[in-house]
């Protein structure tokens, strides 16, 4: 197994590793890499949703996809592999078969307004389109190391409040409330600056820019803070930008790392499965 970073900051390549018979310690070098990397790319992998199911397990307890994501199409989503879900442009007799659509996806972490967000998010490519609908995942411990003295003043032993109304494709969720004033606006509020569980470094955690709120501060103060941050947390040198070809595997550190998606063409297919694992409370 060789393991081959992407970016000084973000990344690592892993090549010659049988994902389906890894050994223990094997297993446990992979998790480290992937700790320490944010982002672990395995290429040429030929997964189906069991299977990516399995692999998902080894990082953990499986949590489910957020209620209004659940796959329509049965089979290796719903059936085999009630953990896997389908990330999809497609449509099938009317039904998109999965979530997201062909649009841009802005920063975000998955599902943080959960009082325990998940882990470790799995994202495997079945079919990609010729161009566009590229991944990108930042670093947000490389971030904080570089945030201005100026910003971590204002976030450094505050929580910030982490809205659950709309999918990160922006779409507002089923059963949910459009949100006029983010201070008021249900949510789960978070420690900014946490601290990872395993490697103990400490990295920024805000969700995403979409109705963000730092609690305590008034709205104008917190929008603005907001914005610095969130600029400053998309500079390049903190991220890796991803061009899938089919067969790639996907592996990211959901509390330490944001990722998006930028647009693709609709009229062409692309087609992920997904899984994900159970985290605990941001401390
Ligand atoms: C996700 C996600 C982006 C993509 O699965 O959580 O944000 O590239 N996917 O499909
Ligand atoms: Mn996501």
Redesign the pocket.
């Known amino acids: 197994m060789e393991l081959i970073p992407l970016k000084e900051n973000v990344g690592v390549e892993v090549r010659g590793a049988d994902l389906a018979a890894l050994s223990d310690d094997d297993f446990a070098a992979l998790r480290r890499a992937w700790v320490d990397s944010g982002v672990m790319v395995i290429r040429d992998q030929a997964l189906d949703g069991a299977a990516l199911q399995a692999l998902a397990a080894r990082f953990g307890e499986l949590e489910s996809p957020p209620a209004s994501e659940r796959s329509a199409r049965d089979g290796a989503g719903a059936d085999e592999a009630p953990f896997v879900w389908y990330?999809s442009n497609v449509v099938e007799n009317g039904k998109p078969i999965g979530?997201?659509g062909a649009g841009e996806?802005e920063w975000?972490t998955?599902m943080s307004y959960l009082d325990a967000p998940p882990t470790a998010?799995l994202?495997y490519a079945q079919e990609i389109p010729p161009s566009g609908?590229?991944?990108s995942f930042g670093s947000m411990a490389a971030a904080l190391d570089a945030l201005p003295a100026h910003l971590r003043a204002v976030i450094e032993g505050r929580t910030a409040k982490h809205n659950s109304s709309y999918t990160?494709a922006g779409e507002l969720r089923k059963g949910a409330e459009a949100v006029n004033d983010p201070s008021q606006a249900p949510g789960v509020s978070h420690p900014i600056v946490r601290t990872h569980p395993e490697s103990g470094r400490q990295s920024i955690f805000l969700g995403r820019r979409r109705n963000g709120y730092i609690d305590g501060l008034p709205l104008a103060e917190s929008e603005r803070a907001l914005d610095e941050i969130w600029e400053f947390c998309g500079r390049d040198e903190f991220y890796y930008e991803?061009v899938?070809r089919t067969g790639d595997l996907i592996v990211w550190d959901n509390r330490s790392m944001i990722?998006?998606?930028e647009a693709f063409d609709a009229s062409s297919r692309?087609v992920?499965l997904?899984a994900?694992v159970k985290g605990d409370r941001p401390r």
Do not use: F, P
């Open positions: 990330i979530s997201l996806a975000h998955d998010s994202l609908g590229n991944t990160s991803h899938w990722h998006r998606r692309r992920m997904r994900q």
